[in-house]
Nanobody, 126 residues
Framework: QVQLVESGGGLVQAGGSLRLSCAASGRSFSNDRMGWFRQAPGKERVFVAAINSSGGNVAYADSVKGRFTISRDNAKNTVYLQMNSLEPEDTALYYC???????????????????WGRGTQVTVSS
């Protein structure tokens, strides 16, 4: 059974940092692109960041560029999201997802992602 399990969320003050992890099991994702999305209450799930299989190519939403860093450790089948300079607007449920398409592109649309975790809550207080 393929699973993606996010962890590392929590409550943090504005300006603080958190590091999210996404541990995969059931299959290796070392050859797949991975992404992070987030969903704030009452809003749609939106793209945050994506990374290619080697970790050499990444993409970010404009709202997090310069503050968030996506990375991966293929030996551990794990993807990370380092979040710095957090803002109240970053409060959301954060999901990781696996893109198994063969386009080779870093996708920002949810439709391209096949496997999803259940999310980890990030709350940033002002």
């Amino acid at each position: 059974q393929v699973q993606l399990v996010e962890s590392g969320g929590g409550l943090v003050q504005a300006g603080g940092s958190l590091r999210l992890s996404c541990a995969a099991s059931g299959r290796s994702f070392s050859n797949d692109r991975m992404g992070w999305f987030r969903q704030a209450p009452g809003k749609e799930r939106v793209f945050v960041a994506a990374i290619n299989s080697s970790g050499g190519n990444v993409a970010y939403a404009d709202s997090v560029k310069g503050r968030f860093t996506i990375s991966r450790d293929n030996a551990k089948n794990t993807v990370y999201l380092q979040m710095n300079s957090l803002e109240p607007e970053d409060t959301a449920l954060y999901y990781c997802a696996a893109d198994l398409t063969d386009t080779g592109l870093l996708h920002r649309l949810r439709i391209f992602y096949k496997y999803w975790g259940r999310g980890t809550q990030v709350t940033v207080s002002s």
